[in-house]
């Protein structure tokens, strides 16, 4: 999603149906993306990661894709669940130096029942 | 899994109080902790990296002399708020790198600590 100032971009999907939740990254020298959940008042939880060198991954009920054309990062979940809802954040890899994460704004994803 | 813990999980204090923020790695060793902080709605933006015995690391924009940093020993780094105002409250997350691990995914997040200052 674009981003809009202070306010997330949110994605709403019913229950069962997959969902897509995209990221533009900036650096092309990044070497490595995480997706990353975080649920209300928590930090950050690990979903997926994919290396430069790849286009896909597919771990349970996730699925990243990555663009290194067009410097874009999709993870879709497949049969989403309350579970879910929660906000996703891309986030890039300085892999020199301290490993530095770079997050991205972030998309809010809310799961209708 | 890896732990890492942080204290407290959120604190209020009056303008002008310094509050200490502990992040532990409970079942690891951290060479390199980080520390963010994330406005309602927004991202996590980096702070400054810390690394056991020596100085951190400010990102730019980040007034060092404000938010103090110790990485102690290899499971505790300590984020101090030095005379803070309301416009500092925010959520304050860290993580911890694992030491003799090569994959990055071994960067792990603690829970959060919510500063609000009065």
Redesign the interface.
């Known amino acids: 999603g674009e981003s809009v100032g ?3 971009p949110t994605l709403s999907v019913q229950e069962g149906d997959n969902s897509i939740i995209n990221c533009a990254y900036s650096n092309s020298a990044s070497d ?1 993306f ?1 997706w ?1 959940k975080q649920e209300s ?6 979903i997926i ?1 994919i290396r430069s060198n790849m286009d896909k991954r597919q771990g349970q009920r996730v699925t990243v894709l990555l663009n290194k054309t067009v410097k874009h990062l999709s993870l879709q979940i497949a049969a989403t669940q309350p579970g879910d809802s929660a906000v996703y ?1 891309c986030a890039e ?1 300085n ?1 020199g130096g ?9 998309t809010k994803l809310q799961v209708i029942p | 899994g890896a732990v890492v813990s942080q204290h407290p999980s959120w604190v209020i204090c009056k303008s002008g109080t310094s509050v200490k923020i502990e992040c532990r790695s409970l079942d690891f060793q951290a060479t390199t902790m980080f520390w963010y902080r994330q406005f309602p709605k927004q991202s996590l933006m980096l702070m400054a990296t810390s690394n056991e015995g020596s100085k951190a690391t400010y990102e730019q924009g980040v007034e060092k002399d404000k938010f103090l940093i110790n990485h102690a020993s290899l499971t505790l780094s300590t984020l101090t708020v030095t005379s803070a105002h309301p416009e500092d409250s925010s959520f304050y997350i860290c993580s911890a790198r694992q030491v003799a691990r090569v994959t990055t995914d071994t960067q792990y997040f603690g829970p959060g600590t919510r500063l609000t200052v009065l």
């Open positions: 202070l306010h997330l490595y995480i990353y008042g928590k930090g950050p939880q690990f990661d954040f890899i892999s301290y490993q530095k994460v770079t997050f991205g704004i972030g």
